[in-house]
């Protein structure tokens, strides 16, 4: 099967697919989707924002201009595809679909919500697409037609021994290293192990928009917010923090190191996170933050803890009992091979 793979180059997390797409015997195009800077689609931005950005999106033909330079440089007028499969298709619309469709009239189109409803407006693509799958659990049941589908994970070979008894590797949003650092002093004053790597980007520099944060943050008298911002920036330096990459492998290789996994999730979505479900495809224990977790066919107290947001305490019992490591019947639906077969039915 001849496939056209459009997705954004997060963490590398699109390389597995394309590679598991090509084992199972398909052929492979891939491109790199983007977000436009004026795309009106951010749930956050307000009216008068949209409304600008609506204008300026429509009057420069931001998308038509996008894709008749990579149909160009892709060669794609004079290729035949069988699949169009999509994360996200933040870049793609009427045009997009038109001309692909004109090309190849009977292409299946697939897409994928590796994020949520409450971040960005993915529902007015959903005519376009055959079938259209989501990450998340809430957002699933709450718009029909759309089904659940966690994000993949792929078996690691165990090591010897288990170095950490926690670990988390993540990038720094929202208040995931106000959560981190609650837990690592509970877990020192306990003399347990862990690596905590909460990541920034390393050419991040001052913006509009985060001097505009850091003086309303000055303005209420929010030190921490203030610190943040500072860290983001590279202005102060923190033990948890860290401005180097971590690759799928590193990320995967620290995860089988673990005993635990410390898992903290956006306050506004209830998918599971790529980290919870490569410690899950693993056989590992779960901390975290994502109590919609307790609907899921998978939930196990004995595997999965969840902590409150705002007052994060650890059970040191959970830390240090042994558990089976085999992976739930649910769990092995999203298997890389499994995962991908299902995108591509």
């Given at each position: 099967m001849n496939v056209l793979?459009?997705?954004?180059?997060?963490?590398?997390?699109?390389?597995?697919?394309?590679?598991?797409?090509?084992?199972?015997?398909?052929?492979?195009?891939?491109?790199?989707d983007t977000m436009f800077p004026h795309d009106n689609g951010f749930i956050s931005k307000n009216t008068i924002k949209k409304v600008f950005d609506h204008y300026l999106h429509n009057t420069y033909k931001t998308e038509e201009k996008h894709w008749r330079e990579l149909f160009e440089l892709h060669n794609i007028h004079n290729k035949h595809y069988d699949l169009c499969l999509c994360i996200n298709a933040c870049s793609i619309g009427k045009f997009f679909i038109t001309n692909i469709r004109k090309i190849n009239p009977d292409i299946r189109?697939?897409?994928?919500?590796?994020?949520?409803?409450?971040?960005?407006?993915?529902?007015?693509?959903?005519?376009?697409?055959?079938?259209?799958?989501?990450?998340?659990?809430?957002?699933?049941?709450?718009?029909?037609?759309?089904?659940?589908?966690?994000?993949y994970w792929f078996p690691?070979?165990?090591?010897?021994?288990?170095?950490?008894?926690?670990?988390?590797?993540?990038?720094h949003h929202d208040d995931r290293l106000r959560i981190a650092e609650k837990i690592a002093k509970q877990l020192d004053e306990n003399n347990l192990t862990y690596l905590f790597k909460v990541v920034c980007a390393s050419n991040a520099r001052w913006s509009p928009t985060l001097l505009k944060a850091y003086l309303l943050a000055k303005l209420k008298g929010d030190s921490l917010a203030m610190r943040d911002i500072k860290i983001v920036v590279g202005e102060e330096k923190h033990p948890l923090?860290?401005?180097?990459?971590?690759?799928?492998?590193?990320?995967?290789?620290?995860?089988?190191?673990?005993?635990?996994?410390?898992?903290?999730?956006?306050?506004?979505?209830?998918?599971?996170?790529i980290r919870f479900m490569w410690a899950l495809g693993q056989g590992k224990k779960i901390i975290t933050t994502n109590s919609s977790i307790k609907e899921m066919p998978f939930y196990d107290e004995n595997r999965i803890l969840v902590i409150e947001r705002d007052n994060?305490?650890?059970?040191?019992?959970?830390?240090?009992?042994?558990?089976?490591?085999?992976?739930?019947?649910?769990?092995?639906?999203?298997?890389?091979?499994?995962?991908?077969?299902e995108l591509i039915s």
């Open positions: 793979f459009i997705a954004p180059e997060v963490f590398e997390l699109h390389k597995p697919i394309v590679k598991e797409l090509q084992r199972q015997g398909n052929n492979v195009d891939f491109i790199s189109l697939v897409l994928y919500l590796w994020d949520n409803l409450q971040f960005f407006d993915f529902k007015r693509n959903f005519k376009y697409f055959d079938k259209v799958y989501t990450f998340d659990y809430n957002d699933s049941k709450n718009n029909s037609g759309v089904k659940f589908l966690p994000l690691v070979v165990a090591p010897e021994k288990e170095l950490y008894d926690v670990s988390l590797i993540g990038s923090i860290s401005h180097n990459h971590y690759s799928v492998e590193d990320t995967n290789r620290i995860i089988s190191l673990s005993r635990c996994v410390l898992d903290t999730d956006r306050p506004s979505q209830s998918g599971l996170t994060p305490t650890i059970d040191l019992d959970f830390i240090r009992k042994d558990i089976k490591k085999e992976p739930h019947e649910f769990v092995l639906k999203s298997r890389l091979d499994n995962f991908t077969r």
